[in-house]
Structure formats: C-alpha cells, structure tokens
C-alpha cells in the first residue's frame, strides 16, 4: 500500500508515539505573530522557562494590527519585538518591513516541501501549497513549539480533489475552494489534510495554489496540500539556487514529496470546474456559497482586497485589470491592502497603486486590518463588504457587519457598480 | 488536575465558531483574566443573554462543530475565566479540541442521538454535570432525575487532563 504526502511527512518527522495515534513530530519551521504569540512568551517567562528550540528555524511578524493603533497593540508588539532580539530571532519582520504572514513567509522562502510547520493562526494551512505539512495550532502547541521544537498531532485522514478541465475567464482559484467548502460544509474535511490535485491546479501559479489551501480551514481541513511540481521549484529558485544544480534536480528531490498512485483516501472527490461560475457567500458560514450571479445587486457598503487568502500580486493584478479607467461607485469605499512590502513595491512599478488611486481606493500599508475587523476598514453595524478574504463570520469584519467572500475580479467589479457584480461582464 | 463538576449551560446550536466565542477585538489583551466580561459577546442564538446565562455554569453542552474558525486559545481561555472547563458537543474544530486539552481541560464528544437527549431531557433545568474521568462518566443530575453517560476520551487526552496540560507534559517528556 503506497503512502499519501502527509503519512511520507509524519514518517520523516515522528519523534514517537507516546499513546496510540498520537504522534511527536519534529518541526522545521515555528511561525509566530503579534497577536498569539505574547501570552506564549509571557508564560514561558512565569515557568522561567523563556528558551527558543532554534532561533533559525522560528519566524515572526508584527501584521495583524501594524502601526499599532492604540497602547495595547503596541504593548503587544513589543512583547514579540523584545523576545526576538532577545534569541537572536534574526528573521524578525517589524513595521516598514512586516506584512501579512502567510504571505510574506512564502516569499521570503521559508517553506520547501516536505516540511512540518505550525503557527498560533488557523490559517496557517496555506504553506501546504508548497507540498509541506502545515498546521494551525493554539498558543499552548505553539509554546511547546517554541521551547522544544515539537507537535503532537492524531494522524489526519486524507480527501483528494482531483480538478480536471480548465477555469473559465473570471473564474479563479477563489472561486474554486468556495465551490469545494460549499460541497464539503464547514466541518467536511475536520481532522483531515485536503490534497488538491489535477490539471487545474498543474497549472495554477503558486499565489493560486496558496489561496486554494489557505480555505483549507474553512471546511475544517488540518492542512491544505498541492504536490510540488517545476511551477513550486520556479519560486523557490532564488532560495535554493545554491543547493542544487539544476532546477530539474531541485524537482527530482522535492518529487518524493507527492502521494504514491496507490495510496489510501478517505474519499476522493473528482470534478470537472469548466463549468464553475464566479462565487460568493451569503450569510454567516463559509460553506454558505452562490453563485455570483445569484447574488447580483447585492448592495455593498465596503469594498476591500487584501488578506493572506488574497493580498497578493496577481490579486493585485487581476483586480486592476478590471478598475483600470473606472472609477469605484460613489455609493461604496473601497481599499486593497497590499499583501507584503515586496507586493507593494511591485504593485507600485507596475501602475497598479496608481489604477487603484485613481480609481478612488484608499491604499493601506501591508497588515491583515480589516479582515478580522481590528483596524483599517471595520463595518458600522448594518453594513456590508464585498472581500477577498477568508472569514465571513458573524462580527468578523466588525460588529453587525456582513463579509461577503469573493475573488479579487469580483471584488474589483462590486466596486465599480457598488452591488455584487460579475466581473465577466467587464471583459471583452 | 482540575474539578470537572458544576452547573449546565445549554447551547442549542452548531458551528459556534471562535469569533463568536471571544470577538477578535478582545485579542489585544496580554492576560487571560482581562478576556472575562467578552464571553460569548457576539453568539447568535435565539434568547441566548451573555451577561445572565453563562453566571456560574461550569459545563457547556452544545451541538456539532464546536469552536469551528480562527485557532485562538482565547476561546478556552475566556471559557475557563468564566469557570467553563468542560464542553461536551457532538464534534469539535480540531484545533479548539486539542486547544482545550492542552489547557488541562475536557473536550467530550458524544454520539448526536446522546446529546439530542440530553437537550430534550435537562436543557431549560436546573442540570449539574460531574465528569469521573477514571470511570469515563458523565454524571449528570437535575432535581428529580440522575444518570450516568459513558464517554469516550483517548489517552493522550487524559494524560493532558491529569498532568494539567501540555507544556509540563512536554516539558518533563521531551
Ligand atoms: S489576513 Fe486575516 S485570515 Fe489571514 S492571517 Fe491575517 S487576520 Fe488571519
């Protein structure tokens, strides 16, 4: 019997097995952030236990409320900002060079596939796009971590989708993971790792792949995972250059993290997405899925693109390919959130701050902001977002708001009309 | 290890998910205590009162997919505050789950057809529960009736629960 990527995972990272199905696993990399890790912190401190396992391979970020807005944020952040200098934490990203974890991880080239990871975030699932085992975790398993190094897990089931066909033009891979937590509901795939496989994801960028597994969550998913392939190779070269000769060597090493043929599944789901249409949700629960035009003239009050599901630049990028020459209608405001320094700067060479500006969109710095409705765009009760983020939670955005969940394209097109709006009709 | 005995709290509805648990405004708070006044604050549930109902209650009993959403152990931590150590549901989000035994606290599964009976019969009482963790029992008691419920809980779990949690554990063991 063959072995899925999350069992080869386990196999070359157990430390062992205290109890049956309870496995001690090794960690490659410890993520942290402003918001879960202090209490961490603070309580290793009153153990008198405050050590780090491996200042290389722990790394943190200031991102969900950065500039801190008010005197508890800042003591926050500088509970983190201490603790880091204090271990030589040297990957440490602080005002001005911070954004958004799940984002600015990636690029920096912290993840390679076959590693385990875990944050103090749910949405930590993310990094499995690179073919790594990735989970969020609560500041107790991120304390322990921290100090040694180490996660317990139950050994998660794997579900395989198996994408075949090809995304119409204004369908994206948003679209697609709301399609597949509408299909698996908001506990369908709890306590087990998703592998997304199949053409469509083949040929998706890693930005795609890691909005695909970001929604992991939302099903109740442990871990989103994609295979690596020449395309996960491709980004990580400039980190990896030195490692090995060739990218095709690269890709002979990272290949033998990819399930084998005869591996087991708990289910596997195969569709064809050629059909899919822009989707969006309703109400309070992410599997609460629609199709964009079922939801057309939905009124919105706010528009906002940003967030670890999709901050990044071919978010950017496709949100405004559409607002170019526009402008966003006088009955919304709107704002996008640049996932990462690096993210902005290039969204700045390429015009598309500008697009935005002109448009009438407010641009923040990079943060996580008004997608857990901490700084940077909160609703007033009553009101409305059309947004590419994650979480449509009752208050998630601010208290008596609702989140509508949706692409970029679909969120760049709300904008414009000020309603929920498809935005194939903008292309020619 | 902790006492797991006291007054029920009912929540009568599925996916109550950790923003609902504790809003992500209250995250800025460095202390657990501090996390007390926002229990719950923002649960949709029909008659549900966060200032009254959850006074003096140390069991919650609720539906499926409980603490569903963000991983914050703010969730457990703002239900131990108010004096809730034990949740018994049909099923929990994972990282609640193992949030809440690392907390030294108990997370209880029970089949639906069990918890559909004990909504029908205790729900709207005056129901204490006593969890015996050794005898794998939920006692469960209102005033004219008292029973017993066989749980099951595994054992990695039941050694967070006795040892107080997981960093101790981890720390003695690792
Ligand atoms: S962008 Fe939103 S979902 Fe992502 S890490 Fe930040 S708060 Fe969490």
Redesign the interface.
């Known amino acids: 019997m063959g072995k899925t990527i999350a069992e080869k995972i386990f196999d070359a990272h157990r430390?062992n097995m205290?109890?049956?199905?309870?496995h001690?696993l090794k960690l490659d990399r410890v993520f942290c952030h402003e918001?879960?890790t202090?209490?961490a912190i603070?309580?290793l401190m009153a153990?008198g236990?405050d050590r780090v396992f491996d200042p290389t391979k722990i790394k943190a970020v200031i991102d969900?409320?950065t500039p801190a807005k008010?005197s508890?944020?800042a003591?926050?952040g500088k509970?983190l900002r201490d603790w880091a200098k204090r271990h030589g934490i040297k990957d440490f990203f602080d005002i001005g060079r911070n954004g958004v974890c799940h984002a600015i991880f990636p690029e920096k080239g912290f993840v390679r596939p076959g590693y385990t990871i875990i944050m103090?975030?749910?949405h930590?699932c993310t990094h499995g796009a690179f073919g790594a085992f990735a989970a969020?975790?609560?500041?107790?398993?991120l304390?322990?971590g921290i100090?040694?190094g180490?996660c317990?897990f139950?050994f998660p089931k794997t579900i395989k989708f198996v994408l075949n066909g090809s995304l119409k033009p204004g369908v994206y891979a948003k679209d697609l993971i709301l399609f597949i937590i509408k299909e698996l509901t908001?506990?369908g795939a709890?306590?087990m790792v998703i592998e997304f496989t199949g053409p469509v994801v083949d040929g998706m960028s890693m930005e795609s792949r890691m909005t695909l597994c970001n929604m992991a969550i939302e099903a109740?998913g442990?871990c989103g995972i994609c295979y690596p392939d020449m395309t996960t190779v491709e980004y990580l070269w400039e980190f990896i250059k030195d490692e090995f000769k060739t990218k095709e060597d690269a890709l002979l090493e990272y290949s033998k993290w990819t399930s084998d043929a005869d591996a087991s599944y708990e289910k596997v789901y195969e569709y064809d997405v050629s059909t899919l249409e822009p989707m969006v949700t309703f109400g309070?629960?992410p599997d609460q899925v629609k199709s964009v035009n079922e939801m057309s003239d939905t009124k919105i009050d706010q528009v906002y693109i940003g967030s670890c599901t999709n901050g990044r630049i071919e978010d950017l990028r496709i949100a405004a390919s559409i607002i170019k020459d526009k402008k966003i209608s006088n009955e919304v405001r709107a704002i996008v959130s640049p996932a990462t320094p690096a993210i902005y700067s290039l969204a700045l060479k390429e015009g598309l701050i500008e697009i935005f500006q002109d448009a009438g969109f407010c641009v923040t710095n990079p943060t996580c902001g008004a997608c857990?409705?901490?700084s940077n765009g909160v609703l007033a009760n009553g009101e409305a977002c059309a947004s590419t983020t994650n979480?449509n939670?009752?208050?998630?955005m601010g208290?008596g708001g609702t989140v509508h969940l949706m692409s970029p394209a679909t969120a760049a097109a709300s904008a414009i009309e000020g309603k929920i709006t498809n935005s194939q009709l903008y292309k020619a | 290890m902790k006492e797991f005995s006291g007054k029920v709290l009912f929540l009568d509805r599925s996916?109550i998910?950790t923003?609902?648990i504790i809003?992500?405004?209250y995250?800025?708070?460095?202390t657990?205590e501090a996390l007390q006044p926002y229990l719950l604050e923002?649960l949709?549930l029909n008659g549900f009162n966060n200032k009254e109902d959850i006074q003096n209650k140390t069991v919650l009993v609720t539906r499926?997919?409980f603490g569903?959403?963000?991983?914050?152990?703010h969730a457990?931590w703002a239900l131990e505050v108010n004096g809730i150590n034990v949740v018994i549901a049909e099923?929990?989000?994972?990282?609640?789950r193992?949030?809440m035994y690392?907390?030294g606290m108990l997370a209880i599964e029970l089949p639906a057809d069990k918890l559909e009976y004990l909504f029908e019969n205790y729900s709207g009482k005056d129901t204490s529960i006593t969890i015996d963790i050794d005898r794998n029992k939920i006692v469960v008691t209102s005033l004219d009736q008292s029973e017993e419920i066989d749980f099951q809980v595994?054992?990695?779990d039941k050694?967070l629960v006795k040892e107080g949690?997981?960093?101790g554990y981890?720390?003695s063991?690792?």
């Open positions: 430390v205290p109890f049956p199905d309870t001690v918001i879960t202090p209490i603070t309580d153990r236990m969900h409320v008010d508890k944020t003591e926050q509970i103090g975030d749910s930590t969020g975790v609560g500041t107790t398993d304390e322990v100090l040694k180490i317990a139950h908001v506990n709890t306590n109740g442990t309070y629960k857990l409705g901490m979480r939670f009752n208050g998630r208290k | 996916d998910n923003d609902e809003p992500a405004k995250l800025t708070e460095i657990k923002d949709t499926a997919n569903c959403g963000s991983s914050r152990e457990p099923s929990f989000a994972r990282i609640f193992q949030n690392n907390c595994g054992e990695f050694t949690g997981w960093v981890a720390d063991n690792y």
